[in-house]
C-alpha cells in the first residue's frame, strides 16, 4: 500500500473513531432526572408531565460515550521519576490486562427531530437519527505477541491465538414509532418499534488467528494459520497485487451517505413501570434495541486462507544485513513471507446480518421529599457475546421547580468505579439538560467517559406539571 494512501486510510479511520466514540449511555443520570423526553430511550413507560414535546434538531439528546473493561491509562503507562515523564510500558499493561475477552463498546447517537404528545392514558412519541456502535473485542493473548515465538527465560517455544478478536461496526439512520399506556394509575408499559436504514457496516466472522511453534530435529518452526473473513456493507474500490491479494481498499465516504438505503432492519424497546407509596416510589424494567439490520447493498468479503509452514532463513552466509548476490536485504525477505498471515482476497458477498447492541435496564427511585429523591439504577449490555454490567445509586436534589440536580456514583463495566451528574435548568418552555456519567476522581485511572446534552421545547401543563404555587410550596427549605 502506498505511504499517502496509507496516511489517508489512517486519517479516515481516525474521524471515524472519533465519531463513533458517543453511546447512548446515560441512563444512570437521565433515567432518573423528572420529565425528560430522552427518558423513553431506556424504557419507553416513562413519558414527561408536558402535553407535548418537540427536541431540537441535533441537540436534543446528543450522547457521547467510550467503554473499555480493558485498561486505563495508568495500566499502559509508568511514572518515571528520574525522567519525570510516563512512559509506555507493555509488560506493565499486559499484568492489568486481566481478562480474556476485554470489550471496547463505542458510539454516536445524533438526534434529528423528536416530538411526543401526551394522550388521556398515556402518549405517544416518534424520533429520528443517526446512530454509529463499534465493538471491539480483544483477547488476553494479543500482548503475548511482545515475546515473539520464543520465551528465552523458560527455554521453551510459544504459540499464540487470536481467534477471539472481533469487530462489530456499523452506522445506520433509526426512525422509532412508540408509546406508553397507562393500565391503572400505578401501572404503565410502553413499546418503541424502530425501523433501521444501514449506511455502512463491517463484521468479522469465523475469524481463526494462529501462531504455534513447534520444535523438531533441534530446528523449530512456526505454523501460521489466518482464516475467517471480514464482511462489508459499504461503496468500495478494492485493487489487488500480481498474486490476487488485497493491496489497497477505498471508501467513497460520500457515496455512503444517505437516508434511506435496501439495508434494512428492525428493533424493539419494551418497559414497564409502577408506582407505590402514594407514588413517592416508583420502580420499572426495560429492555432495549432488540434487533438486527440485514446489510444487502455494496457487499464485499475479505478472506483470510494462509496456512503455511515459516522454517526460517539461513543467515549463516551473510557479513551483513545485505545478499549481495540478489541485492536484497533478507530482512525484507523474512517480512514478506511472514506477511501471508495478513493475506487475504476480496470477492462480492452475500447478504449478511448484524445485530445491535441489546441492554436491560431496572430501576427504582424514592422520594424522600418533594425536593429530594434516592434512586439506583442496574443494567445488562450484551456486546459480542459478553455481558457488561453496571449499578450505580443515585441522589436528586430539586429546590424549585427551575432546577434539579442529580449526582450519581457506582460500578461500571471493567470493575471501574466511576461518578457523574447532570443538571437541569428550565426557562420557559425551554429545557435544558447536561449529564455526564463514568468519571474518576483520578482521570488517569477511568476507563471510560460519557457526556450527554439535550435541548428540548416543552408545550403545554401535564396533570404532573407544578403549578407557580406549588412550585413555591415544594421549594427547598432554607
Not at 496509507?6 to 432526572?33: P, T
Not at 461503496?235 to 457515496?255: Q, S
Request: glycine share 8%; hydrophobic share 40%.
Amino acid at each position: 500500500m502506498k505511504k499517502s494512501k496509507m496516511i489517508r486510510s489512517a486519517a479516515i479511520s481516525a474521524v471515524m473513531l472519533a465519531g463513533v466514540c458517543m453511546a447512548n449511555a446515560q441512563e444512570s443520570v437521565l433515567m432518573l432526572m423528572k420529565d425528560l423526553p430522552q427518558q423513553v430511550q431506556y424504557n419507553p413507560a416513562l413519558a414527561t408531565s408536558s402535553r407535548s414535546y418537540f427536541v431540537l434538531p441535533g441537540l436534543g439528546g446528543l450522547s457521547m460515550s467510550l467503554e473499555n473493561t480493558a485498561f486505563c491509562f495508568e495500566d499502559m503507562y509508568v511514572y518515571d521519576k528520574k525522567k519525570d515523564e510516563w512512559a509506555l510500558n507493555i509488560d506493565h499493561l499486559a499484568k492489568n490486562f486481566k481478562q480474556d475477552n476485554n470489550v471496547m463498546h463505542l458510539g454516536l447517537d445524533i438526534p434529528i427531530l423528536a416530538t411526543g404528545v401526551s394522550l388521556p392514558k398515556g402518549a405517544i412519541f416518534w424520533s429520528i437519527a443517526n446512530k454509529s456502535i463499534m465493538d471491539v473485542t480483544l483477547p488476553k493473548g494479543i500482548l503475548d505477541l511482545r515475546y515473539g515465538n520464543y520465551d528465552y527465560d523458560k527455554q521453551r517455544p510459544i504459540s499464540h491465538d487470536l481467534s477471539d478478536l472481533g469487530m462489530n461496526l456499523m452506522n445506520y439512520n433509526e426512525l422509532a414509532l412508540g408509546g406508553h399506556y397507562d393500565i391503572n394509575e400505578n401501572l404503565s408499559i410502553g413499546a418503541t418499534v424502530k425501523y433501521l436504514s444501514g449506511l455502512m457496516a463491517m463484521h468479522t466472522d469465523d475469524l481463526s488467528l494462529k501462531m504455534e511453534t513447534k520444535e523438531q530435529n533441534g530446528k523449530y518452526t512456526m505454523h501460521v494459520v489466518s482464516k475467517g473473513h471480514i464482511n462489508i456493507a459499504a461503496p468500495m474500490t478494492i485493487t489487488e497485487d500480481k498474486d490476487g491479494y488485497v493491496d489497497d481498499i477505498d471508501v467513497a465516504m460520500e457515496d455512503a451517505l444517505g437516508f434511506m438505503t435496501k439495508n434494512s432492519g428492525v428493533a424493539f424497546d419494551l418497559g414497564a413501570k409502577m408506582t407505590f407509596l402514594d407514588k413517592r416510589l416508583r420502580v420499572g424494567v426495560s429492555v432495549t434495541d432488540l434487533g438486527f439490520i440485514n446489510w444487502k447493498v455494496d457487499i464485499n468479503r475479505l478472506d483470510f486462507d494462509a496456512d503455511f509452514v515459516y522454517e526460517g532463513k539461513d543467515v549463516s552466509g551473510y557479513v551483513t544485513d545485505v545478499d549481495k548476490e540478489n541485492e536484497k536485504d533478507y530482512w525484507d525477505e523474512i517480512g514478506d513471507e511472514l506477511a501471508k498471515f495478513k493475506d487475504m482476497k476480496s470477492k462480492s458477498g452475500e447478504s449478511f446480518k448484524t445485530k445491535l447492541t441489546p441492554k436491560m435496564i431496572a430501576f427504582g427511585q424514592w422520594e424522600i421529599k418533594k425536593w429530594l429523591n434516592v434512586g439506583a439504577v442496574a443494567s445488562l449490555k450484551f456486546v459480542n457475546g459478553n455481558a457488561l454490567a453496571k449499578t450505580t445509586a443515585n441522589i436528586s436534589l430539586r429546590p424549585n421547580h427551575h432546577f434539579e440536580f442529580l449526582f450519581s456514583t457506582g460500578m461500571h463495566p471493567g470493575a471501574n468505579f466511576g461518578i457523574g451528574g447532570g443538571i437541569q435548568a428550565t426557562a420557559g418552555p425551554f429545557q435544558i439538560v447536561l449529564a455526564s456519567e463514568r468519571a474518576s476522581f483520578n482521570a488517569k485511572q477511568s476507563k471510560g467517559a460519557q457526556i450527554s446534552l439535550g435541548i428540548n421545547w416543552l408545550i403545554g401543563a401535564g396533570s404532573n406539571t407544578k403549578t407557580t404555587a406549588e412550585a413555591t410550596a415544594t421549594e427547598m427549605p432554607q
